[in-house]
Each structure stands twice: as structure tokens, then as C-alpha cells.
């Protein structure tokens, strides 16, 4: 059973204090193609098919949420080398790589941060489990080689729980179905990158098929101390068992290994020593090896069944490995941090469609045993302030955590123009922790250890609702709330510090409201929203008097802004794309920092791209790219700003024939010196510096 009619499940009332002016220019921007509707209805819309909101095919224009779509023609034109090559076209969507390589933070409808408000997705499926979030997240899914990707702003639907409250990113694999034969690829570029790839797919008999997807990828890094070596695989099997049931086998592999440079201090440095390692020149005098390693493995089948014209079922079983090993460079006794976690995961939906109702219930389960070390290597004795650590183990622990998650969500089409939807999430989560050193504080040094009795449960009920309303078939108003949360990570229950041995964390909850007006048509396509996020009881870092962090709840913060995004064909050769947010990121009344603004979170961002496919030369597509960071304070006292940056790229793609296909790309095109990141505290600027210009080019051959 596929619906025609498709649904979402999303939430109510928008309400925002800025954006208003993004909104009336977004309408008279309509007005002439609603005019033009009016005479002559639109057949063709420039509109695109989404996944993520519900984990059914639907057309963006009837989602009742912010969601972008990256199809494949536009990540094919990425070229993406990183994660942020992927996303960061995207309005309101900064992903910044951490130490000039493979390493990331997101900002999503918040400031720059490594918190666990994002839920990363592979097909579908979380790349890790809640209570165990990496904010180097995306390198766990098969970005560079994916079909395409969305990214659902705000807190999720009802298919979504902990850590989908800014954000849910689905990376999404090429379906093989799509493209029989074999493809093999090469791209080689600046600083010694170099990148190979295999695709194909095979029919193995009238019913089934197999598809498979390798990359290897290489990079001695534009900076000191930035190389870095990435492979990724996904295996693809499908069946058609008979007319109602068909089973999809999916087998995802990763691994990357990074080395890390460190922070430039000073605006000097950043002019005048751009491609030095930074501040971890000491560190690695050490002989360490500072690097981080992500690797991942994921197993899943999907059965989809079709018990009747109105039921379609879909159980998903997943086995999923995840490790993480890095050295803390931004901690002076560089501990050695080396985390695993191994999950078994079941997703079960049921979709009920009749008339004008749509009706989606289901449950989430998950099983992870996870463990941690974190050793001393050395004697660490401090110059300054901080205290002394003995060589040995810091931690060692390990935590199983269950957790379960009923979820329903019904939309029902009031009228042929109304649409009302309701969803409601019930999220239980248990950790059961065992210290396997002794309790208590580690030697002389801050560190402390939880007793084994520490098994804290978190349970949540997340309420949904939404409106939708049709003014016709190319444009769409929605309002919507959803309630989001997530619970404190592991490494935050159990890897303490003498000030915190005693405590607890609660959850944090956040309340989004947001407005929407979508436009599709032959020639246009228009998505502003208006959103405004409370997040109650944040788990925030504190620092004691010796520099020492620890964490507890803190107060409450504020999220305000307006997203703009609009495709505008200008010809039949030309067309433009403008990705716009601004926002406003606050504290509300905290004990530190009072009403001020929030660090690393720049006001306005913005994405422009001119595509240009010349008649005369058929299968070439050239796009110039503008980015634009806007200003943002570098600390959250609110005492040193970083003025952004604006750079331009170009990029190429020219299918000379259906087995023969270049692509090409210079990043940076004036070679501009700027700062992806800034930050300041202790006294010190730090800067993560942009690269400079470089050039990459591929050939694709397909056979």
C-alpha cells in the first residue's frame, strides 16, 4: 500500500519576535506565482520527496516542518570531502570540522556545541545510541558516498525521542535498484588527497537484487599534523518475497583515522602561522599519538508487509558496533580516551491509511553494553593551576542501558484544505553502571569515580501537534509545537570530578514553536520558517577555581530565528539558490552569565549558488557558491567578537556521456585567511583557521 494523499506527524503554533520582515518579502516573492496559479494550475512542481519525517516517501510541501532535502544531483556536485561539504548549503545548518580533519561540531537552531541535541541517522536508522552521543556523530554514517541527505530542523516527529531536539540529520544511501552496472571513480586533489570508489548492482534474479558502495579516501592535510585516512562500504540486498512482504538487508562499515592539530592562539597567529599544529605543539613533544578513530558497524534487515490496502508494516532488527578513541588535548594531562558500545536495536511501524486518516504507531527498543577506559600515561604534574595526576587508570567502567519507546501520531485531512496531526512519544531509559577500580576520588587529582549503585532511569512523554493548511497545490501554511528532550550522557553520570561526586542530572526539555509558509511551483521553490525553543534544565560545564569542569542543571535558554530557502530558476541555462537564517541564541537569568548571549553562535548565515548549464554544452553544470558567517561573540561573557567571514567556491560537474562523467571544485576561491571557529577564554583567542584555496577534480566511468 503506498498513499497517495501523504500525512507528516509534526507540532503547533509558531511564534517568533524577529523574521517578520523575512515573511512579508517571502510572500510578495509569491505573489506573481500564485497570480499565474490562479490562471493557469501548476502540473510540474519544482517541490521534492522526503523521507525522514515519518519514514514514508512525502512530498516537502505537505511536511509540516522545516526539513531540506540534498538529492543526489546536488551531493554529487558537493563533492563532499567532509561533513560539512554536505550540509552546510543548508539554511541555518553550520557544521564546523574540529581540528582541521575529519572531527566535527553542529550547529542546528543553536550555538556551535558538542551537546547531544542532534540525532544522527543512517537510512533511517540512529548512528548511536541515546546516552552515548559523539558530536562527531556524522563520521559514523557513510557520507561520502551518499545518494542523498535531509536534515528535520527542530525537535522531531513522534519517530524521534532523546537528542532530536534542534536537529535530525538522515544521511541516505544510493538505492541500488536505481542504477544497474558498475561505476568506478577517482578523485584526487590538493595536499595530497586522493579518493577511490566502486559502486554497482546486480539483479540476482527476477525478485532480488544486490548493490554495493566502496570508498577510500586519503589526505596529508593542509595544516601540520592533519592527515587523515577514511573507508567506508554499504552492502545492499533486496527480495521480494511475494506481492506483500520484501526484506532489505543493509550492512554500513566505516572507519576513519584522524590526526589532530590543535587551536591557533591569537589573531597573529591566524595571519602569519595558519598552517602550524596550534596549541598542541607540547602535546605532541610528548611522543603521544594524537589522533581520533571513529569506526562503526552496522547490520540491519527491514520487513515491510502489507497486510491489507489500508495496513502497510515495517519492523526493523539492527546489531550496531560504535568506538571511539582520541587522545583530550584540550585537558593538560592528555588522557587517553578509548569508548565501545554494542547495540541490538528493533524499530516497529505500523501505518494505517483510510480516506482522510492516517493513523502511525510503533515502538523503538534498544540494548547497548557499552565500555570505557581512560588512562594516564604519564606523571602529569602542572606548571600553573590544575591539579597533579598520577599515571594509571583515570576510569574504566562499563553501562548497559535499555531503553524502550512507544510512539502514535494520527493526521486527519479536516477539509480538502485542512490538515490537523497529533503525535505523542513515550521515551524509558535505564543505565545500569559498574565501577570496575575503586570509588572515589583518582589519587591526589580532581578525578573521581561513581559508585557501582549509580543506575539513574529517565522517562519522558513528548507531545506533538500540528496544522496544516492548504491554499492550493503549490503552497502550504503549518504551524507546530513539539516537546523534545534528552537525557544526560554516560560520560556525564560517571566520569566526575570532586566537585560533582554527589549529584544528579535531570533531563533537559525543550518546547518548539515554529510558523511556515511553503511554496512549490514550476519555476520556484520557497520554504521560510519562523521559529522560537525553550530548553528547561540544560546540563551545563561548570569550572572550579583550578579549572577543573563538572556539570550539573542549570537554567534556561532561548532560540529564536527565521530559516529562508529558495530555488528561483532565472533561464533556461540559469538558476539561483539562497539559503538565509538568522537567529538569536540567549541565557535566561543563569547564575554565570545572566541574560547574555550564548558563544559561537553567529547571527546570520548565509548560502548563495548561481547554476549554470549551458544549452551548447550539454551535461555540464558550473555552480559559484557564496558562504557567509555573520558575527558572534567568542565567549559567553560576551566580552571578544569574531567577525565572521565570507568566502566563495566554485564547483563543476560535465557528464559527457552516460559512462563518462568529470567533476572538479576550487574551495576558497581568493584564498582568503579566516577562522572556521573562534573562541576565547583563559585569556587566550583561539582560532580554528578556514583552508585556503585548493582544487580537486574526479572522473566517474560507469560500465
Not at 522545516?66 to 553550520?94: C, E, P
Request: proline share 3%; net charge negative.
Amino acid at each position: 500500500m503506498r498513499v497517495n494523499q501523504t500525512f507528516r506527524n509534526i507540532s503547533l503554533s509558531g511564534k517568533t519576535c524577529i523574521g517578520s520582515s523575512l515573511l512579508g518579502a517571502s510572500l510578495l516573492y509569491a505573489l506573481p506565482a500564485v497570480a499565474d496559479m490562479e490562471a493557469k494550475p501548476a502540473v510540474e512542481q519544482l517541490d521534492t520527496i522526503s523521507v525522514t519525517a515519518n519514514r514514508n516517501e512525502e512530498l516537502t510541501l505537505d511536511v509540516p516542518a522545516s526539513i531540506a532535502v540534498k538529492d543526489r544531483g546536488s551531493v554529487d556536485l558537493d563533492q563532499a570531502n567532509y561533513q560539512k561539504d554536505l550540509f552546510n548549503s543548508i539554511a541555518g545548518v553550520r557544521i564546523i570540522q574540529t581540528g582541521s580533519t575529519l572531527g566535527h561540531k553542529t550547529s542546528i537552531r543553536m550555538p556551535s556545541n558538542t551537546g547531544p541535541y542532534y540525532l544522527f541517522l543512517q537510512d533511517g536508522i540512529p548512528v548511536q545510541s541515546s546516552g552515548f552521543f559523539n558530536h562527531n556523530g556524522l563520521a559514523y554514517t557513510n557520507f561520502s558516498t551518499a545518494g542523498s541527505a535531509e536534515v528535520l530542523k527542530g525537535a522531531g516527529t513522534a519517530l524521534y525521542g532523546s537528542d532530536s531536539v534542534a536537529g535530525t540529520i538522515n544521511v541516505i544511501s544510493q538505492d541500488p535498484s536505481l542504477r544497474e552496472g558498475y561505476t568506478v571513480k577517482t578523485e584526487a586533489g590538493a595536499h595530497g588527497f586522493y579518493r577511490l570508489g566502486l559502486a554497482g548492482s546486480a539483479s540476482l534474479s527476477d525478485d532480488s537484487s544486490v548493490g554495493i558502495d566502496i570508498s577510500h579516501s586519503e589526505n596529508d592535510g593542509w595544516r601540520d599534523h592533519t592527515r587523515s585516512k577514511r573507508s567506508e562500504a554499504n552492502i545492499t540486498h533486496f527480495v521480494s518475497l511475494n506481492d506483500n512482504n520484501s526484506l532489505k538487508t543493509v550492512f554500513a562499515i566505516n572507519t576513519t583515522e584522524a590526526d589532530q592539530a590543535g587551536s591557533l592562539i591569537g589573531l597573529d597567529a591566524l595571519k602569519n602561522d595558519t598552517e602550524s599544529v596550534g596549541d598542541i605543539e607540547a602535546a605532541l613533544a610528548t611522543g603521544m599519538d594524537i589522533q581520533r578513530k571513529f569506526d562503526f558497524a552496522r547490520l540491519s534487515t527491514e520487513w515491510t508487509h502489507l497486510l491489507n490496502d489500508e495496513i502497510e508494516l515495517s519492523t526493523i532488527a539492527y546489531l550496531r558496533t560504535n568506538r571511539n578513541q582520541y587522545v583530550a588535548t584540550w585537558q593538560g594531562n592528555l588522557p587517553e580516551n578509548d569508548s565501545q558500545q554494542k547495540t541490538l536495536g528493533l524499530m516497529f511501524k505500523a501505518d494505517y491509511s483510510l480516506d482522510s486518516l492516517r493513523w502511525t504507531f510503533g515502538a523503538d527498543l534498544e540494548y547497548t553494553k557499552s565500555s570505557r577506559s581512560y588512562e594516564q600515561t604519564f606523571d602529569y604534574v602542572p606548571s600553573g593551576w590544575g591539579s597533579s595526576v598520577a599515571e594509571g587508570s583515570i576510569y574504566d567502567y562499563d553501562v548497559n542501558y535499555f531503553a524502550v519507546s512507544p510512539y502514535t501520531s494520527a493526521a486527519f485531512s479536516v477539509t480538502d484544505h485542512l490538515t490537523v496531526e497529533a503525535g505523542l512519544r513515550y521515551d524509558s531509559s535505564r543505565f545500569d553502571y559498574t565501577n570496575n577500580l575503586s570509588d572515589g576520588q583518582y589519587a591526589s587529582s580532581s578525578y573521581a569515580r561513581a559508585s557501582s549503585d549509580n543506575d539513574p532511569s529517565f522517562n519522558h512523554l513528548s507531545p506533538k501537534l500540528s496544522f496544516s493548511f492548504r491554499l492550493d497545490d503549490s503552497q502550504n501554511i503549518y504551524v507546530r509545537y513539539a516537546n523534545g528532550f534528552r537525557i544526560p550522557q554516560a560520560s556525564r553520570l560517571y566520569a566526575l570530578t570532586t566537585d560533582n561526586i554527589d549529584f544528579d542530572l535531570d533531563p533537559e526539555v525543550s518546547d518548539t514553536y515554529e510558523l511556515g509558509y511553503k511554496l512549490a511551483t514550476t519555476n520556484q521553490r520557497l520554504d521560510l520558517s519562523l521559529y522560537y525553543m525553550t530548553i528547561d534544565d540544560s546540563i551545563v560545564r561548570r569550572e572550579n577555581i583550578d579549572g577543573d569542569r563538572y556539570y550539573e542543571n542549570g537554567g534556561e535558554t532561548t532560540h529564536q530565528g527565521a530559516e529562508l530557502s529558495i530555488l528561483q530558476t532565472l533561464t533556461e541555462e540559469l538558476s539561483a539558490r539562497l539559503a538565509y537564517s538568522y537567529s538569536e541564541h540567549e541565557y535566561v537569568n543563569d547564575e554565570d552569565y545572566g541574560d547574555n548571549e550564548q558563544a559561537e553562535a553567529p547571527n546570520s548565515l548565509a548560502n548563495l549558488r548561481l547554476n549554470y548549464s549551458p544549452q551548447k554544452v550539454q551535461g555540464l553544470t558550473t555552480s559559484l557558491e557564496l558562504e557567509h558567517i555573520g558575527e558572534y561573540w567568542m565567549d559567553d561573557n560576551n566580552t571578544k567578537k569574531y567577525g565572521g567571514y565570507t568566502v566563495t567556491h566554485l564547483k563543476a560537474l560535465y557528464k559527457i556521456s552516460e559512462q563518462l562523467k568529470l567533476s572538479a571544485k576550487i574551495n576558497n576561491l581568493s584564498n582568503k585567511v579566516y577562522a572556521e571557529n573562534a573562541s576565547f577564554s583563559y585569556g587566550k583567542e583561539k582560532y580554528t583557521p578556514g583552508a585556503p584555496r585548493q582544487l580537486f577534480a574526479g572522473i566517474e566511468y560507469r560500465f
